[in-house]
């Protein structure tokens, strides 16, 4: 199957999340994207959550599961060896993005202005916290900070408790608006032979998720309070316990019929016909109730059962799976989500290939994560023609490497 961004080449220059997550979707659409990193400055997420062993930089899940379909390079754009040569690589590149802080580009001497001169009509794409412009640019950002000022982690939490961090969603977000951004500037040159620089803020990508509770000020004059897993427009709407330690399964109830067929699943008890819950606004003013009720019939219960006995009386419910239920759901097997790969290091594991398939087609990712300066050689040499005495300089000098600055190549 020809892909739709074969014959694109992307340069990323972005750390930690969302702009790997950015250029490895536009990976997986058949673009070839090349990974610069630094000896002196690995991406960050290669010591990230569960790293761990020899060689850690080369262990971390979270690095290894957002950087596939990637050559890694190394070079040190600190040094004007490095970034003579990462100019040479915009010469000959579609694309170049960057998730830093408005600041390091600007710092490197590497703007939108200074890459264009490089080749006019290339795309670049930006995606600090802040935006490159206003009195925030120069602040750094991170999903923690970014969940905080956008305005989503006021809302989200219990209503006895703090505003709450959404998580693993915050960089994804960001991320497929980068791939998103980068695709249309891309079908913009296209149609117009020029290229384009965009700005993408995090912030405002979160922010864009915001609208509910700005609408809600604007329209009815009053701040939303944060409700848990409640609905306001939906009773009984709750996660509630299953048989196992840690077990849960989601049920929403719109509407009176709907109730009518959770009361049919669960056999019709007798606490069903209490007239608090006759109607919808009786239901929702005493959610507590039911939802102690609910969860009595619940607990004893599998939460995948659960799941599909509701499901099939026409009554919305999903089982909260947990990563060993993510591996094993056979859905998801079915639809052959995971792929296994192996990547020198950590051997063969399940990566999430991207959410759809084509022609009933998935996506299948053709290689790992790369290790650190892997494709050095396949890159400077075979695109940009350095010899290997250069290239051996180059690695004597540390503006390119295989081993982090401070560690002893093995022998």
Not at 67 to 95: F, Y
Not at 109 to 131: A, K
């Amino acid at each position: 199957m020809r892909l739709p961004l074969e014959g694109v080449r992307v340069i990323d220059l972005s750390m930690w999340w969302a702009g790997p997550f950015a250029a490895m979707e536009l990976g997986a659409l058949g673009a070839e994207i090349i990974k610069v990193e630094s000896i002196q400055h690995l991406d960050g997420y290669r010591g990230g959550y569960g790293a761990a062993g020899q060689r850690v930089w080369e262990q971390a899940p979270v690095f290894n599961a957002f950087n596939l379909n990637k050559l890694g390079v190394t070079l040190d754009l600190a040094r004007p060896e490095g970034t003579a040569l990462l100019k040479r690589l915009v010469g000959i590149a579609d694309v170049v993005m960057d998730n830093y802080s408005a600041r390091v580009m600007e710092n490197f001497g590497l703007t939108p202005q200074v890459l264009r001169e490089q080749n006019p009509n290339v795309v670049t794409i930006s995606m600090p916290g802040f935006g490159d412009s206003g009195p925030w640019k120069n602040y750094t950002g991170f999903a923690f900070n970014m969940e905080q000022l956008s305005g989503i982690a006021h809302h989200t939490g219990f209503a006895d408790g703090p505003p709450s961090n959404i998580g693993a969603a915050a960089d994804p977000i960001m991320g497929m608006f980068g791939a998103f951004a980068v695709m249309a500037a891309l079908e913009y040159r296209r149609r117009t032979g020029k290229g384009q620089h965009v700005d993408l803020a995090h912030l405002e990508a979160l922010t864009a998720f915001s609208a509910e509770p700005v609408m809600d000020l604007q329209l009815n004059g009053r701040v939303m309070d944060r409700t848990g897993n409640r609905h306001p427009s939906a009773a009984p709407h709750n996660f509630y316990p299953c048989s196992g330690d840690d077990q849960w399964v989601a049920i929403a109830v719109y509407g009176d019929d709907e109730w009518q067929r959770l009361v049919r699943a669960m056999g019709d008890p007798e606490w069903a016909r209490d007239r608090r819950f006759d109607d919808e606004l009786g239901r929702w003013r005493h959610q507590d109730e039911l939802d102690a009720l609910i969860g009595w019939w619940t607990k004893d219960r599998d939460k995948l059962d659960v799941m599909r006995q509701l499901q099939e009386a026409g009554v919305t419910a999903g089982a909260a799976l947990n990563a060993p239920g993510l591996l094993g759901d056979p859905h998801l097997k079915e639809r052959r989500f995971q792929q296994r790969l192996r990547r020198e290091e950590v051997g063969v594991q399940p990566y999430a290939r991207t959410p759809f398939l084509v022609d009933g087609k998935p996506l299948r990712w053709s290689r790992p994560a790369p290790t650190v300066g892997q494709d050095n050689r396949r890159v400077l040499e075979g695109l940009l023609g350095l010899s290997g005495a250069e290239l051996a300089e180059l690695e004597q000098r540390q503006v390119i490497g295989t081993t982090p600055v401070g560690v002893e190549p093995a022998s």
